[in-house]
């Protein structure tokens, strides 16, 4: 500013000093308090009234906790209430690279202090990969371990590393081991059921979750404010009729037969004819639950309920049941045996090795598994209505369970086929009673033998001896249908047939328990393969049961496809028998009741 | 006009009652307070306790059924040179009656390799150790001569076979 010079007098005089007009300034300065407070005010009304709601709801789910309290799925037991499958807390353990980022933290670091508590054994993880996973650039959720146990993750979480974090994930452990995997099934990574027992159960093993809110001040909760809890309920735990060590045993004695044969299959069925209780069921295609990723779909369904086959000479006791209870012969009824039997219109009947004209019973028929016996002597449920006859083999067949599912409810089941009588063409009509032209599974088949043994009373085969509830407590499952197929005294003079199979006359030796008296039935079926479009193989089996004058546990063994001559029932099934069977009888406590087998006549 | 009112006593002690109410009564909710949220500390913390003693009771439970799992059991038997027992046989204990036909065990297979002891996940060592021979049972029948079974349910045994 430039300086200006004094400035010279006024010449004229000072006005008067002009005070300002003080209400205009007052209701100047009112209007702007008026128009501030009413900014204010009506921040406040909107905050009060307007939005208060909002306002209020958000505070207090600020202050609330919610936390969703999972339902621990329900246990797959054995007989003994030990679990063979089992749900666990598990932890999966979640890094949030971004954020580590942020923090200006070493990926590098967190790495090698995460790499001793991560991988199966701890340690074994591989570092560089952690480190990659760790340092992804933009990522915010980055998996570093899945299911790693509760108190690997409270030694992670101690570490006390930003941006790394735990999700809840339960996982399903198999804490003996491979024991049934084909009946137990899997559990999927939502948790569920997705075959066998877990699958057919899922609903109960399940549970429901809860949930439970209450308000918190730093992870603690405010006292007098009040919870509001829905507790969760734990899955109801499945406890099965399967006997661990049998069906150790039994999978043991299989593979090793399968291996030894080279078989394409083969499966085991324990049960107590008593209960229909099935003890193991044991097949060759199987897989290990702890390591499900490298089962091939075949090992992953449950082959004693899937596959279907038929049955062959083990099918001749549904046969021979038929004609004793009908009254058209017993175990002593004398047949001529021709070394062939022409049924007309093109199809013979032939035994498995060739014979000349022979002198057996009904009971060296079985003994010998006489397919030519077999036919003549059904023959005679009509000996002069062929469709009559058909009717009542078919209602034999039918009513020791074949053609329908065995009733264990597991997924997968195929029932077998059964024609209808009036549907079986020529030779059919021959087949059908020595076990060709229909199928059936394997719990089926041994179904049939339980039947024998119990008496002629067919006990629905089940799977299931009761729940075990989340809170302990057991309940029997509903008792099996029971129905009365043939007479005592029918079960009894077919049983004591089926001892003469495993005597030294039998084509069964090789199932004797020396001290025991073992009945059964040998099996040599021809086998239809689907790929060869024809019959090209065999179906080996045995079904049988001991001790023959009380039996507690009956024992079916198939094997199909064996390779080599060797194929038949009594050379590659009934030594698996023989095995799991005394294995068996010890495990159970089953003394030999110490009876003389009856050692009926084979010729006459 | 207003009688009695020189008589009337100071008002200072009345005074002190109430804040001396008042404080204690302020004291007892402060108090009150303090020991709610404690408590309401040590449950959380006794929850956690419980949670993680739940954790490692899972745990022991796996190891446990784990080691007393079928293989687990039958390989652990192996490595000790027992075999399984073909041949069933039962003693009477009452009646001295051998019941089934008692035969010597078979050999055992050479030189038993002990196993390491099983992990939770047995599988492994099971499989890895079994010997080939005696891989199907687990200890408890296995040997020789008759394993005794207190009590069968074989009845009076009149008929046993010593054969």
């Not at chain 1, 199809?347 to 498995?352: E, L, N, P």
């Amino acid at each position: 500013m430039t300086q200006h010079p004094p400035r010279p007098a006024a010449t004229r005089p000072a006005p008067t000093l002009r005070l300002g007009r003080p209400k205009r300034r007052i209701r100047a300065g009112m209007f702007a308090l008026a128009f501030v407070f009413s900014l204010y005010g009506g921040r406040l009304v909107q905050l009060q009234a307007t939005d208060a709601g909002g306002y209020a709801a958000q505070a207090a789910a600020d202050r609330t906790a919610d936390v969703t309290l999972y339902a621990t799925r329900g246990s797959i037991l054995d007989a003994s209430g030990q679990p063979i499958a089992e749900s666990v807390d598990a932890v999966d353990v979640i890094a949030d690279p971004l954020l580590i980022a942020q923090q200006k933290q070493d990926p590098a670091v967190y790495a090698s202090k995460l790499a001793a508590y991560l991988g199966n054994p701890p340690g074994s993880v591989d570092v560089a990969a952690l480190r990659t996973k760790l340092a992804k650039p933009g990522s915010q959720y980055a998996v570093l371990a899945k299911q790693v146990t509760p108190s690997m993750w409270k030694k992670i979480k101690a570490l006390g590393l930003v941006g790394i974090t735990g999700n809840q994930d339960p996982k399903t452990v198999y804490p003996q081991g491979a024991i049934a995997a084909n009946v137990v099934g899997l559990v999927n990574s939502q948790g569920e059921g997705s075959s066998g027992m877990e699958s057919a159960y899922n609903s109960l093993l399940s549970g429901t979750n809860g949930k439970i809110s209450y308000q918190a001040a730093y992870g603690y909760e405010i006292p007098t404010t009040g919870i509001n809890e829905q507790t969760a309920e734990n899955g109801t735990s499945v406890e099965t009729t399967i006997d661990s060590k049998i069906q150790y045993a039994a999978q043991q004695a299989i593979d090793d037969e399968v291996a030894k044969t080279k078989a394409s299959l083969g499966t085991v069925v324990v049960m107590d004819p008593r209960s229909g209780a099935i003890l193991a069921l044991a097949t060759s295609q199987t897989y290990d639950p702890n390591n499900p990723g490298t089962a091939t779909g075949e090992q992953l369904g449950d082959d004693a309920l899937s596959d279907v086959f038929e049955p062959g000479s083990v099918a001749k006791v549904i046969t021979m049941s038929a004609e004793i209870q009908q009254g058209v012969t017993d175990p002593l009824t004398k047949v001529v045996v021709p070394p062939t039997l022409n049924t007309g219109d093109g199809y013979v009947v032939h035994d498995d090795t060739t014979h000349g004209t022979e002198h057996l019973t009904l009971n060296g028929i079985l003994a010998e598994s006489s397919n030519i016996g077999t036919d003549l002597t059904s023959l005679q449920l009509s000996p002069n209505n062929m469709a009559e006859r058909n009717a009542i083999l078919y209602d034999y067949f039918s009513a020791f369970g074949l053609g329908r599912n065995s009733g264990l409810g597991l997924p997968g089941e195929s029932p077998g086929i059964l024609a209808s009588a009036a549907d079986w063409n020529h030779s059919q009509q021959y087949t059908v009673a020595f076990g060709q032209g229909l199928s059936v599974n394997a719990v089926q088949a041994t179904s049939v033998y339980a039947t024998i043994a119990n008496e002629g009373v067919r006990v629905t085969p089940t799977l299931v001896k009761g729940y075990v509830g989340a809170n302990g407590v057991f309940t029997a499952a509903a008792a099996p249908a029971r129905t009365q197929v043939v007479s005592a005294s029918t079960a009894k003079q077919v049983s004591n047939m089926m001892e003469s199979v495993v005597s030294d006359a039998g084509t069964g030796t090789s199932a004797q328990i020396p001290g025991y008296r073992v009945a059964g039935k040998t099996g040599t079926a021809n086998r239809y393969v689907t790929s060869c479009g024809g019959y090209c193989g065999y179906t080996a089996s045995f079904i049988g049961y001991a001790p023959a004058d009380n039996p507690q546990l009956v024992i079916g063994v198939f094997v199909e496809g064996p390779q080599g001559a060797d194929h038949f029932g009594g050379t590659v099934s009934a030594p698996v028998f023989q095995k799991v069977m005394s294995f068996a009888l010890q495990e159970q406590g089953v003394a030999p009741t110490g009876a003389k087998s009856p050692d009926l006549p084979i010729t006459w | 006009m207003i009688e009695g009112f020189a008589g009337r006593r100071s008002a200072i002690p009345f005074a002190l009652l109430v804040l001396g109410v008042l404080t204690i009564g302020l004291v007892v909710l402060l108090m009150l307070n303090t020991s709610m949220d404690d408590n309401s500390v040590r449950i959380q913390q006794a929850q956690q306790k419980q949670a993680s003693l739940t954790d490692s009771e899972q745990e022991l439970a796996q190891q446990l059924a784990g080691l007393s799992a079928p293989s687990s059991l039958a390989s652990q038997a192996a490595a000790q040179g027992l075999v399984p027992n073909p041949q069933p046989a039962f003693l009477n204990p009452t009646t001295g009656v051998v019941l089934g036909t008692a035969s010597p065990a078979p050999t055992p297979s050479p030189t038993p390799t002990p196993t390491p002891t099983p992990t939770p996940t047995p599988t492994a060592s099971a499989a890895s150790s079994a010997t080939p021979t005696s891989s199907a049972s687990p200890p408890a029948a296995a040997g020789g001569t008759a394993s005794s079974t207190a009590g069968t349910s074989a009845g009076p045994s009149t008929s046993g076979s010593p054969r």
